[in-house]
C-alpha cells in the first residue's frame, strides 16, 4: 500500500533528493486524480532544525516515532557516516519487521546498509560512491550501474534524477501507472526509464600510454563507419598483428574489437541526441552492418535500446 510515506532526515541531508520525495509524495495532487498520501518528515527531535549539505536547515514536524506507521520509509542522500544514530537504526530496522517498504536515494543507501537491512538483497547507490560501499556492505549486492533496483519490499536508487525514476516506480507499482504519469507530467519528467537502464557514466576515449598508436586510434575514430580487421591495423601501425593486439591492449586496456565497438556506441548515442537520422541510417555512420547490431552493443554498453534513449535524452523529447 501507499498512503502514508515517511521521509529521514539527519544532519547533512541532500536538500535536492529530499525535494525530490517530497515532490513526488509530499504534495497534494488528488484534483489531478492521484490518491492522496500523508507524507511525513521525521527527525531525531521534531521541530528542531537539521543542517543539510548546502548551508540551510530543515525542520521535520515529526519524530522517528512515526516509521513505526509508515506504509513506506523514505531515505534521503545524506552525509555518509562512520556510524549513524543508534535510535534511527533501531527504528529503521522494526519499520521493515513490520512490513514497511524502503526506498533510498542515492546515498541513503548507506543509512539501509548500516541498519542491516541490505544483506543479501539487490540493491545500487550512485556510482560514484560504488566502491565505499562495498567495503562498508560486502554481502549487499550491489549494481552501481543501474538506475534503480526493486528488491520487493526494499527500493533503492543512483543518485539524483534516478531517486524520481524510483519515486515514480513505487507509485506505478502500488498505485497503477495512471497515478504515475499524472505525477510525472506535472513534473515534466519521463513516466517511466527502467531501472536496469545504465546511470550514463560517459565512457571516456582510452587514452594510451605510449604515443606508437595515437595515430591510428585517431583514424580508427575518424573512420568508424568503414570496416576495421587488426590486420589492417596492423599494417598500418606498422607491427605484426600478434604485437599489435598485445599492445593495444597494453595501451588502452581493451580490444581493437571492444574499443571500437564502444566508440561506435558513443558516436551512436550523439547522432540519437542530436539528429532525427532513422536507426538504419544511424547503424551505417557509426559502421554497424545491420541495425540489429547497432541495438545489440547498445543495450549491451548503454543498458538500454536506441529507441528508449532517444525517447529520454533527444533534445526535442521534453514531455508536454
Known sequence: MLRTVAAVVLDGVAPFELGVLCEVFGLDRTADGVPPIDFRICGQRPGAPVPTSVGMHVVPEHGLDELSRADVVTVPAGRIRDDYPPEVLDELRAAAARGATMLSVCTGAFLLGAAGLLDSRRCTTHWYHAAAFRRRFPTAELDPDV?????????????????????????????????????????????????????????????????????????????????????????????????????????????PHQWLATQRVLHARRLLEDTQLGIEQIARECGFSTAALLRHHFRRIVGVPPRDYRRTFALDSVPR
Open 147 to 255: 538506475l534503480y533496483v526493486d528488491d520487493s519490499d526494499v527500493v533503492t536508487s543512483a543518485g539524483t534524477a534516478a531517486g524520481i525514476d524510483a519515486c515514480l516506480h513505487l507509485v506505478r507499482r502500488e498505485l497503477g501507472s495512471t497515478a504515475a504519469t499524472l505525477i510525472a507530467r506535472r513534473m515534466v519528467v519521463p513516466p517511466q526509464r527502467d531501472g536496469g537502464q545504465r546511470q550514463f557514466i560517459d565512457l571516456p576515449v582510452p587514452e594510451c600510454t605510449g604515443d606508437s598508436l595515437e595515430p591510428v586510434l585517431t583514424w580508427m575514430q575518424e573512420t568508424l563507419d568503414v570496416e576495421h580487421s587488426v590486420a589492417e591495423l596492423a599494417a598500418r601501425a606498422s607491427m605484426s598483428p600478434r604485437t599489435f593486439a598485445r599492445r593495444f591492449v597494453a595501451e588502452t586496456g581493451t580490444t
